[in-house]
Antibody, heavy 123, light 107 residues
């Protein structure tokens, strides 16, 4: 059964770069049937898609964050990563990684999700 | 960008009730609509994909319908474990987007 686990610092200072890694176990990250995404949720609020990366290396980012976001994949380690630069308190959130599945029809969704990790931006 | 609007934002219901949550897209998204359930302190869990397909292991009391701009999630007979927050998500185009959530509470 595929599992995802986020890891990284729980506290980041304003203006610094948030770096998180998602380790995938129970399956390979190298499949063109899947993509890999990051989603965040500020405390008490809703879900915001940050971006996704495909096996081909193609990336798609939320325009609201695009200038600050980089998502990459390390197939040798079965991991993918998120970097968010110049963080502010507004970036405080639970960050989730998730696998995206795409059918030949184009329908796609996120499943499963990691358990999430809270990142607080504060000095 | 496609905006997703859920209604209601919160809902009180009793065990055994039939409940319907609505999700409206700001433009047509065909059937590129997914539903997730989130319990406090937990990650979202996929319930329904492609508007009406039930994810494996999800109880059959959950169902989804709709196409174009209007979608519904129905729980036919509420169980105690169903009290949670529900989110719709469009996967028609990037940026992917979620509804604001519907919190289902016990009456």
């Amino acid at each position: 059964q595929l599992q995802l686990q986020e890891s990284g610092p729980g506290l980041v200072k304003p203006s610094e770069t948030l770096s998180l890694t998602c380790t995938v176990s129970g399956g390979s990250i190298s499949s063109n049937s899947y993509y890999w995404g990051w989603i965040r949720q500020p405390p008490g609020k809703g879900l915001e898609w940050i971006g996704s990366i495909y096996y081909s290396g193609s990336t798609y980012y939320n325009p609201s964050l695009k200038s600050r976001v980089t998502i990459s994949v390390d197939t040798s380690k079965n991991k993918f990563s998120l970097k968010l630069s110049s963080v502010t308190a507004a970036d405080t959130a639970v960050y989730y990684c998730a696998r995206g599945l795409t059918l030949s029809s184009g329908y796609n969704w996120f499943d499963p999700w990691g358990q999430g990790t809270l990142v607080t931006v504060s000095s | 960008d496609i905006q997703m609007t859920q209604s209601p934002s919160s809902l009180s219901a009793s065990v055994g009730d039939r409940v319907t949550i609505t999700c409206r897209a700001s433009q047509s998204i065909s059937r590129y609509l997914n539903w997730y359930q989130q319990k406090p302190g937990k990650a979202p869990k996929l319930l329904i994909y492609a508007a009406s397909s039930l994810q494996g292991g999800v109880p059959s009391r959950f169902s989804g319908s709709g196409s174009g701009t209007d979608f519904t999630l129905t729980i036919s007979s509420l169980q105690p474990e169903d009290f949670a927050t529900y989110y719709c998500q469009q996967s028609y185009s990037t940026p992917l987007s979620f509804g604001q959530g519907t919190k289902l509470e016990i009456k």
